[in-house]
């Protein structure tokens, strides 16, 4: 009998779209047919904010049960979402190439964050984000807001807000970018760690080979180097932190910044290490580790809520 991979994913359209996009690459590479199968998470149902459900986390638990239980196969995570901590039973099995980690603000006649009329009321659920625009625009009501991207633009055309920020890549994977109104420049603007990629986490010790044809081990390594920021500093996916790795070459660099959720001061540190293909994941991991030991050393637990890693 035909081996069909059952992979699980939330119900959102963004959810889904990525979710179908990791199932057609697997079968174009290796010919196994796939099957999406929708499971409904805490994150989904409440309408408290993310930051009293415990953070993006909220999301991943009731996909990896599922997959603990073997009612599914594999699962497909936006990679910001997914906790640092280690899951019993379960790896990342898979990391596809990521695509544009940059937020974008999303307004009404393409008005960017400059020209926006003071007091604008900007929507978004990220204290990260809510820290960036206020250091920018001191003056705008940052409004907290839960849905989908469709509730959240939405918001914007019924004149509720004046604009919302969002991820581009989720933009991207639902066919809607042009309705991006301003870019945030990553040097600027650092957004979450793993932004912009997909992990697909599997159970430990399954033959999980289909995976290696999407696998793209550059974006695994940035990434592990973004997430060691969390991990180090002990904070949730939705801490007020933002860090980018890029690579130039052999040369991994990493920038991360923390921020006080009013947006009034902020702490940035950037390091670089070289690359050899051996060991690159540690490499990262280290590099990370590094980043955030000068954070704190700096006074970043002072500055943002810190503690109790998601």
């Not at 459900?53 to 990896?64: P, Y």
């Not at 019993?88 to 307004?107: F, H, K, N, Q, S």
């Not at 044809?213 to 939705?238: P, Y």
């Not at 670089?272 to 991991?285: C, F, K, Q, Y």
Request: hydrophobic share 45%; charged share 25%; proline share 4%.
């Amino acid at each position: 009998m035909t081996r069909i991979l059952r992979i699980a994913t939330r119900g959102s359209a963004l959810a889904r779209a990525q979710t179908g996009m990791v199932a057609d690459q697997i079968t174009a590479a290796t010919g196994v047919p796939t099957e999406l199968v929708i499971i409904k998470t805490e994150g989904d149902t409440s309408k408290e904010s993310l930051a009293s459900l415990g953070g993006t986390g909220v999301f991943a638990s009731a996909l990896r049960e599922a997959l603990t239980r073997g009612e599914v196969d594999l699962i497909v995570h936006s990679l910001k979402d997914l906790p640092t901590a280690a899951y019993p039973g379960l790896v990342i099995g898979g990391v596809p190439e990521r695509e544009d980690a940059r937020d974008v603000l999303c307004t009404q006649g393409g008005v960017s964050l400059a020209d926006l009329p003071e007091g604008a009321r900007v929507g978004t659920g990220s204290p990260r984000r809510r820290a960036q625009l206020l250091s920018l625009r001191p003056d705008l009501e940052v409004v907290d807001i839960r849905g989908n991207v469709d509730t959240r633009l939405r918001s914007v055309e019924r004149g509720d807000l004046h604009g919302v920020v969002l991820a581009a890549a989720g933009l991207e994977r639902l066919g809607r970018l042009a309705e991006a109104s301003e870019f945030f420049d990553l040097e600027l603007w650092p957004t979450a760690p793993g932004q912009g990629a997909l992990a697909i986490e599997a159970r430990e010790g399954d033959d999980i080979t289909e995976l290696l044809s999407i696998e793209h081990g550059l974006t695994r390594t940035a990434v592990r180097a973004e997430r060691s920021v969390l991990a180090t500093l002990e904070a949730g996916c939705a801490a007020p932190i933002g860090a980018h790795a890029t690579l130039d070459g052999d040369l991994l660099v990493l920038t991360a910044v923390v921020y006080d959720p009013s947006g009034e001061a902020e702490l940035g540190c950037t390091r670089s290490a070289t690359l050899t293909g051996i060991d690159d994941g540690v490499v990262a991991e280290a590099l990370g580790a590094a980043v955030a030991a000068q954070l704190l050393e700096d006074g970043a637990a002072e500055l943002a809520p810190l503690g109790g890693a998601a």
